[in-house]
């Protein structure tokens, strides 16, 4: 049996851990990632989503998208906080 107090202990970080907001990256319907909410875990997803534009784009996606999301700690609010449709990359081109 382990000693009471590191078992309350213990259960508190658990508990904390599960009570955070968190972000995720959706891409193409799919959920990539899910880190606790921070700025370093923003730049990360920023960046994961980068990548995931590139590839769209050398595949010559035109439909689906991108998507980092802010989820509430009870997991029922979502927030999008970035976006990128792929469809939107034809509309940008301008002919002269």
Do not use: Q
């Not at 259960?11 to 606790?36: A, F, H, Q």
């Not at 994961?48 to 050398?58: F, P, T, Y």
């Not at 990128?84 to 940008?92: L, V």
């Amino acid at each position: 049996m382990s000693h009471p107090v590191w078992y309350t202990y213990s259960m508190m970080i658990e508990t904390d851990m599960k009570e955070k907001p968190t972000y995720e990256l959706w891409y193409l319907g799919d959920r990539c990632n899910s880190l606790v909410k921070c700025r370093e875990s923003f730049n990360a997803m920023l960046i994961d989503a980068a990548e995931l534009m590139r590839c769209g784009r050398e595949a010559g996606l035109s439909v689906g998208g991108i998507e980092i999301c802010c989820v509430s700690a009870d997991g029922r609010d979502a927030e999008t906080v970035w976006h990128h449709n792929h469809a939107d990359d034809k509309k940008k081109k301008v002919t002269r």
